[in-house]
């Protein structure tokens, strides 16, 4: 059972790329959230990610919660098999996409990533990120920054898994690189306090980082939980 949320998504080409290389979920009746973002440079990583919301947002949620995890990261697994294979068909590289994902239940809530794509929680006028990066460390070498996992780069997947027990009012932001590029934590906290309404703090995000350079695709997704 899904509890009371609201929920609102969007996601945009930014002033710089061609074309839209993130795609997101967003379906309230199965508790489930996602952002994915194709990796830029890469052949096919809208491909990539629209395959990962595609394929998750078929999924059937039966069972408990422990059942809905394993499903997702079974389907995980296989779009990572899918995406290697389909890169040495093409002869590219590499077609890989990072992800970031939210998963209610009754009492409590899971996030999930892989990658560079962030979660926060914000209640009571705190901040709080919930997932860390999967890059090589910060010093100045040319690796430094560099991603470690990706749906699609390595012949197997490990998703990375918070559990969170939200409260009434606890609101959670799912977003792609491209708004952190934009936006600085200080910046979402802020937007944060000043906007209970997923939809409006939704449209101030996009308003801010669109007035900037928007140098990379945005997309975010924000959850309220209600109850």
């Known amino acids: 059972m899904t509890p009371s949320v609201r929920s609102a998504g969007k996601t945009d080409t930014g002033k710089v790329r061609r074309r839209n290389e993130d795609a997101i979920l967003v379906r309230d009746d199965l508790g489930l959230w996602v952002v994915a973002d194709g990796l830029g440079g890469h052949a096919a990583g ?45 002869s590219v590289e590499l077609i890989a996409s990072t992800v970031v994902m939210l998963v209610y239940d009754r009492d409590f809530a899971l996030c999930g990533w892989v990658g560079d794509s962030h979660a926060y929680t914000f209640h009571d006028g705190a901040l709080r990120r919930l997932t860390r990066d999967h890059v090589r460390g910060d010093g100045d070498g040319p690796d430094a920054g560099a991603l470690t996992r990706a749906i699609g780069a390595d012949d197997h997947v490990h998703v990375d898994w918070v559990v969170m027990v939200p409260r009434p009012g606890t609101r959670f932001i799912l977003c792609s690189d491209g708004v952190n590029k934009e936006l ?44």
């Open 184 to 227: 600085s934590d200080d910046e979402l906290h802020e937007a944060c306090r000043r906007h209970d309404e997923p939809h409006q703090l939704l449209d101030n995000v996009f308003g801010t980082a669109l007035s900037r350079s928007a140098r990379d695709n945005i997309s975010a997704v924000i959850v309220g939980w209600e109850r």
């Open 46 to 90: 809208d491909f990539a990610s629209g395959i990962i919301v595609q394929r998750l947002g078929a999924l059937n949620r039966q069972g408990d919660i422990d059942d809905f995890i394993e499903a997702i990261e079974d389907t995980l697994q296989t779009i990572n098999a899918d995406l290697r294979a389909a890169a040495a068909s093409r």
